[in-house]
């Protein structure tokens, strides 16, 4: 499977163009409390404001399903774990992601796996602390040479990101700062090495 797929320029849905899907650490993305709409049309992508500065609709994350569940019975869905080497994606697929549910079930953990899907903070309540959650849109076994290439790509990223939040601000990383302020960037710069320092190439 080609880690560079994902790279790919955004393409044209109608006339919305799909989002590119952001490579992102599990420990960056947990961290995640801001959540908005560009646009006013119904259609308009919904994005997560990472603390490192960028907008994600989409996310590429390559990691190892370490468990799974069915539930429901009418609107049944499949909850899974997927663990990288800085933390824990908690993924979903159901009724209306029809193709990734049926990828999900087929697999059985613990193995490698390659997932694209769209990132949503929750709340139960507003006591509780926000989770971050992927609904699948694929998701396919992968082997550990794969997993190792998107833990290189993804900490090149992150400290791209990373790089860039300290230079020339955007829109996005002035939103950052207002919505993290408590966080500093830097602390992404040092998961990316410990998440290098876990893969043996």
């Known amino acids: 499977m080609s880690t560079n797929a994902t790279d790919m320029p955004a393409r044209r849905e109608g006339q919305f163009e799909r989002e590119p ?4 650490f599990a420990a960056e993305l947990r961290e995640c409390r801001y959540q908005f709409k560009d646009g006013e049309d119904e259609k308009s992508p919904t994005f997560v404001l990472l603390p490192s500065g960028e907008r994600s609709n989409r996310i590429f ?12 019975e009418q609107n049944m869905f499949y909850r899974g774990r997927v663990v990288d080497p800085t933390g824990t994606f908690f993924v979903m ?14 697999i059985e953990p613990p193995q490698f796996v390659a997932v694209i899907g769209k990132a ?3 709340q139960k309540d507003p006591a509780s602390a926000p989770l ?3 609904r ?3 998701i396919n076994v992968v082997d550990k040479e794969t997993r190792d290439q998107w833990v290189l790509d993804t900490a090149k990223h992150t400290l791209d990101r990373v790089d860039a939040f300290t230079k020339e601000p955007t829109p996005d990383i002035l939103k950052a700062k207002e919505q993290y302020p408590t966080i500093d ?10 998440a290098l320092a876990q893969i043996k190439m």
């Open 21 to 24: 899907a952001r490579r992102v």
């Open 61 to 72: 994350i390559v990691g190892t399903l370490t468990e799974k569940t069915r539930q429901g």
């Open 93 to 106: 697929a159901g009724s209306y992601q029809p193709e990734a549910m049926q990828q999900l079930a087929k």
């Open 120 to 122: 949503s903070i929750y």
């Open 132 to 134: 971050v959650s992927v």
């Open 136 to 138: 699948v849109e694929s």
């Open 185 to 194: 960037p830097s602390l992404f710069r040092k998961i990316a090495y410990d």
